[in-house]
Nanobody
Framework: QVQLAESGGGLVQAGGSLRLSCGASGSTFSNLVMGWFRQAPGKEHDFVAAISFSGASTWYADSVKGRFTISRDNAKNLAYLQMDSLKPEDTAVYYC???????????????WGQGTQVTVSA
């Protein structure tokens, strides 16, 4: 069973930056595709970004492209989401997710962290 734990959320002003981390245990990390999703109040889990096993390939939602960067360190079993130029509409609970197949669909990820709140003030 894969266990995931996010950290790094918080309150930031618009235009600021945050870096989220996701630690994984219970499986071979380099065999997992890692994804980031976010959920605003009353909304579904929205795809944010995903990264391939090796980190060579990345995918982003149009809404964050050019502002967010996903990365991973397989030696440390960590995935990251660097968020720059944050906007109030980025406010949400951010979740990391893992599975063996790449997808932009939340329901196709079997393993999830508990989430970390990101709040961007205007």
């Amino acid at each position: 069973q894969v266990q995931l734990a996010e950290s790094g959320g918080g309150l930031v002003q618009a235009g600021g930056s945050l870096r989220l981390s996701c630690g994984a245990s219970g499986s071979t990390f380099s065999n997992l595709v890692m994804g980031w999703f976010r959920q605003a109040p009353g909304k579904e889990h929205d795809f944010v970004a995903a990264i391939s096993f090796s980190g060579a390939s990345t995918w982003y939602a149009d809404s964050v492209k050019g502002r967010f960067t996903i990365s991973r360190d397989n030696a440390k079993n960590l995935a990251y989401l660097q968020m720059d130029s944050l906007k109030p509409e980025d406010t949400a609970v951010y979740y990391c997710a893992a599975d063996r197949l790449l997808s932009r669909r939340a329901y196709e990820y079997a393993h999830w962290g508990q989430g970390t709140q990101v709040t961007v003030s205007a």
